[in-house]
């Protein structure tokens, strides 16, 4: 069965300062990987998605992230954090396989300071 | 609809009591879910519908949890006998097909407490 491990509960940047949210996963098919963000009191975002095509996936907001199939990570990152960067980062993982539900990490909490 | 609708968005139930929550994918989605969301923690998974193929139902963590889709579109998530730790918000989301291939679209979830 697949999981997926967030290694930080909570990471605080400065802003204009560098974001790197760890994700590792563990499949035993071909997975698909996603990241959705949730900012308070608000519903579930997609931020990006990776179905085996380029390793090297584009989201909104600035936001990217590696599929790493060596290292079994997906970290999310992003340039220069803003203060509207501040929310909760939920990497998924899925399986090829199809009809598997998606599976959800723990959460990293992303604080900004100004 | 436009997006993932649930219903009520808002739940104060008494201990004991069972209570129903409904969720309206969006129109022509084969795929459904219902997560948990407990303070603080990540989503639960609890049930997973996919056309009409049985459901996943290896989440739901007892059997006071059942959940229904109706004619392969609104579906329904009920409680019996409510316990104050089924204090959540509970999430649904829907896909056009399965979450391997796409990804899910969420509702603003249901906050039910249990009091």
């Known amino acids: 069965a697949q999981s997926v491990t967030q290694l930080d509960s909570h990471v605080s940047v400065s802003e204009g300062t560098p974001v790197l949210l760890r994700c590792n996963y563990s499949?035993?098919?071909?997975?698909?990987l996603f990241w959705y963000v949730q900012h308070p009191n608000k519903g579930l975002q997609l931020l990006l998605k990776y179905t085996s095509a380029a390793t090297l996936v584009k989201g909104i907001n600035g936001f990217e992230a590696e599929f790493k199939k060596s290292e079994t990570s997906f970290h999310l990152t992003k340039p220069s954090a803003h203060m509207s960067d501040a929310a909760e980062y939920f990497c998924?993982?899925?399986?090829?396989?199809?009809?598997?539900?998606?599976?959800f990490g723990k959460g990293t909490r992303l604080s900004v300071i100004a | 609809g436009a997006g993932v609708s649930q219903s009520p968005s808002n739940k104060v139930t008494e201990k004991g009591k069972d209570v129903e929550l409904r969720c309206d994918p969006i129109?022509?989605?084969?795929?459904l879910y219902w997560y948990r969301q407990s303070l603080g923690q990540g989503l639960e998974f609890l049930i997973y519908?996919?056309?009409?193929?049985?459901?996943?139902k290896s989440g739901l963590p007892s059997d006071r949890f059942s959940a229904e889709r109706t004619g392969g579109s609104v579906s329904t998530l009920t409680i019996q006998r409510t316990q104050q730790e089924d204090s959540a918000v509970y999430l649904c989301?829907?896909?056009?097909?399965?979450?391997?291939?796409?990804?899910?679209?969420f509702g603003q979830g249901t906050r039910l407490t249990v009091v």
């Open positions: 499949s035993s098919y071909s997975p698909s």
């Open positions: 998924v993982v899925s399986e090829w396989r199809g009809n598997t539900p998606l599976v």
């Open positions: 129109s022509g989605h084969t795929a």
């Open positions: 519908f996919q056309g009409n193929s049985a459901p996943d």
């Open positions: 989301a829907s896909s056009p097909t399965s979450a391997g291939v796409t990804e899910a679209f």
